[in-house]
T-cell receptor
Framework: GQQLNQSPQSMFIQEGEDVSMNCTSS?????WLWYKQDPGEGPVLLIA?????ELTSNGRLTAQFGITRKDSFLNISASIPSDVGIYFC?????????????FGKGTLLTVNP | GAVVSQHPSRVICKSGTSVKIECRSL??????MFWYRQFPKQSLMLMAT?????????EQGVEKDKFLINHASLTLSTLTVTSAHPEDSSFYIC??????????FGQGTRLTVV
């Protein structure tokens, strides 16, 4: 099935640094969702975006719905060790099946204290 | 956000036996739930869509007789891995959506078949 192009695949950063990751698609999306998954757990919803150009924050996290509706990015500011995990972008493509999400392959974030 | 509870979180079973995994939406009703499988260091792979009151819809390549899905109520879907074999060992995750604009996931179930 369709997949989102998520990059980078992995990141190694120092505590305190800012992080940016993004997702792109050849198709138009009407919703973008960003999740974090800790080892052995299910994904947890971080931010949901519903309109082109929308910029939404959740604490140190900020995400934007791209103007073209084909991309989204997630920024994490002043990273801390507990930010470690896998971050997934996901979305509902226009014309896709109801409720059926399309996922990126994930960004593995490692934060060195 | 909405709460989706999955049980058990870990299960070990013998080869040839069946295992049932439950997925509950605790604070909303869900006519549709989804079951995913996740291999190490990979993204979630959709296995099937669970539909309340009707048959599940399986993704291409997923054996419906191996992975039985029952969605008997608006808050409960179950996935039964029948005649489990070591290659069925994996991390299984369910999700449900209170609206068409977001999805919430269960905690996942680590299945180990020995």
């Amino acid at each position: 099935g369709q997949q989102l192009n998520q990059s980078p695949q992995s990141m190694f950063i120092q505590e305190g640094e800012d992080v940016s990751m993004n997702c792109t698609s050849s198709s138009i999306f009407n919703t973008w969702l960003w999740y974090k998954q800790d080892p052995g757990e299910g994904p947890v919803l971080l931010i949901a975006l519903y309109k082109a150009g929308e910029l939404t924050s959740n604490g140190r996290l900020t995400a934007q719905f791209g103007i073209t509706r084909k991309d989204s990015f997630l920024n994490i500011s002043a990273s801390i060790p507990s930010d470690v995990g896998i971050y997934f972008c996901a979305g509902y493509p226009v014309g896709g099946s109801n409720y059926k999400l399309t996922f990126g392959k994930g960004t593995l974030l490692t934060v060195n204290p | 956000g909405a709460v989706v509870s999955q049980h058990p979180s870990r299960v070990i079973c013998k080869s040839g036996t069946s295992v049932k995994i439950e997925c509950r939406s605790l604070d909303f009703q869900a006519t549709t739930m989804f079951w995913y499988r996740q291999f190490p260091k990979q993204s979630l792979m959709l296995m099937a869509t669970s539909n309340e009151g009707s048959k599940a819809t399986y993704e291409q390549g997923v054996e419906k007789d191996k992975f039985l899905i029952n969605h008997a109520s608006l808050t409960l879907s179950t996935l039964t891995v029948t005649s489990a074999h070591p290659e069925d060992s994996s991390f299984y995750i369910c999700s449900a959506s209170p609206t068409i604009t977001e999805a919430f996931f269960g905690q996942g179930t680590r299945l180990t078949v020995v």
